[in-house]
């Protein structure tokens, strides 16, 4: 389950263990402190922090490009200078004199032409479509790609002879000498058969929507299909006219039917398709695809149902053969992610994997032959970041610092050598790294403390030029009474350490009795996106404004918490995976073992400790709410889980097995099932247009709660999404959960 908190973009990291200061303020005379409101943090622009816009890597690692005012302009790194207009605002008329009004735009290989963008309608979380256009540099040429319906993922051939597409389930190729469009595929069908997308849990579990890929030589296209025809629909009611619209969508809950799903080749000159040979088990996932250094063979991955055992295939893409080269089994799961990377001269690749209980990176000959472990140690890589031929070196992240940072290192394909390329120091680092690896574009925060943007020299870390250093925002902050963000650790009454961090008022006095929110995620991380609520960044591991809210509690009298239980990343396999087939269940113990630990505190008022989150976190608030219905005296739970034989078969099966084949893993840590027990205050918050966790699992919840008698209070969103947002969506929910905290708490 991809449950994301909408955090400020790359604000990620951390510190050890030990107690550490967050954000101190520039002490100001007492009157000129101002209070935190709710509209500041919401609606106003007031903490708005800054980052580079628009910042693209060009084929010389010297120069990146970006949107400025409509006009496509070139920047030297080092100076951040422009140096040219590439592509001027003024050329990009079509008839009848109107400007393209872009919002995004993409090169060929050699830069001559530009893909650009207008008019993009989002469809879930990653997927769109748009208009697109095809503008020549060379010739000043602006012309429509296609003029049969807005397109999908428009991307060039790698010779930028040709552009390909999907529009309505099927998938385009057209040549750019004559605008000649040509059909790959004429079979899809909407709610059926899907060419050349992903459908919408592979969309949402495994993170893409182009479902698509030119082969090196532009000489082939390969592509998904999607069979769907027998998942079961989901039909999501959209408000607001005299009678309710219907929309219906294909989504496979946890033990239902899944997309049957093949991949093909595509020869553009002979219009030859050829269907890649991926087992004849039907009830599989192939969860990536991308071609090698080899323009013949293309790379595909393909998962069991349970998720236990990921192959690596090579396919022979004029025939479709394919064999099996690496193996990775697992007893709980395999995580997938983007780390798997054919090294230049087509002979070798590097693929990370859990085997020794920590994500490490692995270097496999072409035939999948093991040539050595490159990292070891009991920390995990978070992201491969770029690798340089000439050197020989793998750019990765890593939590070998902390399970609370992540800082940029470099290893030789030896495993020798390896060094760390991040300053020194604590906070997160999250990289852009240019594709030769001359430079990174680096975002550093710390607890608190928003982010610094630097251009820094890829092979020593060393700075070349802040970019933005968030000045204005440091000082926005500095007027405000702002509360110390500490870390903390604490073991359980099984021994288990687990790290928190802790908010205080900024006038704390340890002689008083304080109420605590607790604030919980609690989740599994999927791949290299981390759900970790306990980090060094900017928002202690939540999205800046959520920092500030948390902030603004404390300035109103209250102690904020976060605890990362058992089930979370950063570290290890054993920790993550403790949670496998019974999901709830330690996880709630560990958020108890906080409040029991946090009760023990001298100026904790025990009897006022309440919690509250958002989507696992909501599931974690119901669980917490009724399986240790004496421990909190109040929760807030957003979007919640309420029963996971309600959520999608990729996420909800990789950790909980099928319903089928584990029933009571599903039931015995579901709300619903103790929604008896509920003693404290509950807030009910969801969006009645969520597509991701749907709104029936608080209708679920709530019947069971009406059942048992209990008295709560729910606050639904018409047709909003997950993300419960839009104008003055967000200010009016945190102005409800913020009343309801003041008056239940």
Known sequence: MRFRFFALAALLAAHGPALVPGFTTTPLRAQQKLPLTLEDIWAKPTFRSASVPGFNWMNDGRY??????????????????????????????????????????????????????????????????????????????????????????ATFSPDGQRVAFTRDNNVFVTDLATMKETAVTTDGVPNKLINGSADWVYEEEFGFAQGFFWSPDSKRLAYYTFDESQVPEYDMQQWGELYPKEYRFKYPKAGEKNSVVSVSTYEVATARTVKMEVGPEPDQYIPRVMWTQQPNILSIQRLNRLQNKLEILHADAATGKTQVVVTDTNPAYVEINDDLQYLAGGKQFIFTSEKDGYQHLYLHEMNGKLVRQVTKGNWEISAINGFDPKSGYVYYTSTEGSPLQRHLYRINLQGTDKKCISEAGNGTDVVNMSPDTKYFLNVHSSAGVPAVTSLREGSTGKLVKTLEDNAKLRQTLAQYNLGKLEFFTFKTSEGVELNAWMIKPSNFDPAKKYPVLMHVYGGPSFGTTSTQTVLDNAGGGT?????????????????????????????????????????????????????????????????????????????????????????????????PVTNWRYYDTVYTERYLKTPQQNPAGYDENSPVQFARNLKGKLLLVHGTGDDNVHFQNSIAFVNALINANKDFQTLYYPNRNHAIAGGNTRLHLYRQMTNFVLENL
Do not use: C
């Not at 006009?71 to 030297?76: G, I, K, M, R």
């Open 64 to 153: 990146y490009s970006a949107l400025e005012a409509g006009n496509l302009v070139q920047h030297e790194v080092t100076t951040g200078k422009a140096v040219q207009t590439l592509v001027a605002a003024s050329a990009l008329q079509v008839p009848g004199g109107r400007s393209l009004d872009v919002d995004g735009y993409s090169f060929n290989a050699n830069e001559q032409k530009v893909l650009f963008t207008t008019a993009t309608e989002p469809i879930y979380r990653r997927s769109a479509r748009a208009s697109y256009y095809v503008f020549d540099r060379s010739s000043q040429k602006l012309t429509q790609l296609s003029a049969g319906g807005k397109q999908g993922y």
């Open 543 to 639: 999205a800046l404004t959520n920092y500030l809210w948390h902030q603004l509690l404390a300035e109103k009298g209250y102690l904020v918490v976060s605890v990362e239980n058992r089930g979370t990343s950063g570290r290890g396999s054993a920790f993550r995976k403790a949670t496998y087939a019974n999901l709830g269940k330690l996880e709630t113990i560990d958020q108890g073992e906080g409040a029991k630990y946090l009760a023990t505190l001298p100026y904790v008022d025990k009897s006022r400790i309440g919690i509250w989150g958002w989507s696992y976190g909501g599931y974690m608030t119901s669980l917490a709410m009724t399986k240790n219905a004496d421990l909190f005296k109040m929760g807030i739970a957003v979007a």
